[in-house]
Antibody, heavy 120, light 110 residues
């Protein structure tokens, strides 16, 4: 059974960096048949996919255009986890953030969600 | 780039059948698989349909998915509605290497 456990602060100041971590159990971040994703959800934006990291002979990343340039998703093989960093946040980045595994074309396991509020 | 458009809400009575649509704005709906997720309040989404019409183990046979090229849309059909089916439902597909979600449909079973 795969489990994803999220951690990170729930409050971030405007212009600062949002940082979250997703610890994986029951699978490997280096799996070559899965991809590790970050998704956020807010009343104004609904569900929004932010990006993913995956391994296929080397590491790859894909990011949604709307946050490209501000986002970084990185694997940590030593701790079997992956992280999200979103720079220069504004109140528009306030949302519930989820990590999720993409496997056989679907997001089959999700983290518990983290409400991140951007406010001074 | 394309968008997936869903109705904001649908409602139906217990025991009846409801269909939720998901219309792709450009490009063929058949080009990329469509998934459907159910989300109850306070919980993360869970998959009810993947690859257009496949069901993960544990999802009741009352749930089915299909695509219709003539309307360029995917549909989630739930038959024999139960009060426990009341939730938000989201469709999702792929745009090149990106994932795209529909805006979500609130299903009320009354």
């Amino acid at each position: 059974q795969v489990q994803l456990q999220q951690s990170g602060p729930g409050l971030v100041r405007p212009s600062q960096t949002l940082s979250l971590t997703c610890a994986i159990s029951g699978d490997s971040v280096s799996s070559n048949i899965a991809a590790w994703n970050w998704i956020r959800q807010s009343p104004s934006r609904g569900l929004e996919w932010l990006g993913r990291t995956y391994y296929s002979s080397k590491w790859y990343n894909d990011y949604v255009v709307s946050v490209k340039g501000r986002i970084s998703i990185k694997p940590d093989t030593s701790k079997n986890q992956f992280s999200l960093q979103l720079n220069s946040v504004t109140p528009e980045d306030t949302a519930v953030y989820y990590c999720a595994r993409l496997f056989v074309g679907r997001l089959d396991y999700w983290g518990q969600g983290t409400l991140v509020t951007v406010s001074s | 780039n394309f968008m997936l458009t869903q109705p904001l809400s649908v409602s139906e009575s217990p025991g009846k059948t409801v269909t939720i649509s998901c219309t792709r704005s450009s490009g063929s709906i058949a080009t990329n698989y469509v998934q459907w997720y159910q989300q109850r309040p306070g919980s993360a989404p869970t998959t009810v349909i993947y690859e257009d019409n496949q069901k993960p183990s544990g999802v009741p046979d009352r749930f089915s998915g299909s695509i219709d090229s003539s309307s360029n849309s995917a549909s989630l059909t739930i038959s024999g509605l139960k009060t426990e089916d009341e939730a938000d439902y989201y469709c999702q597909s792929f745009d090149s290497n990106n994932l795209v979600f529909g805006g979500g449909t609130k299903l009320t079973v009354l």
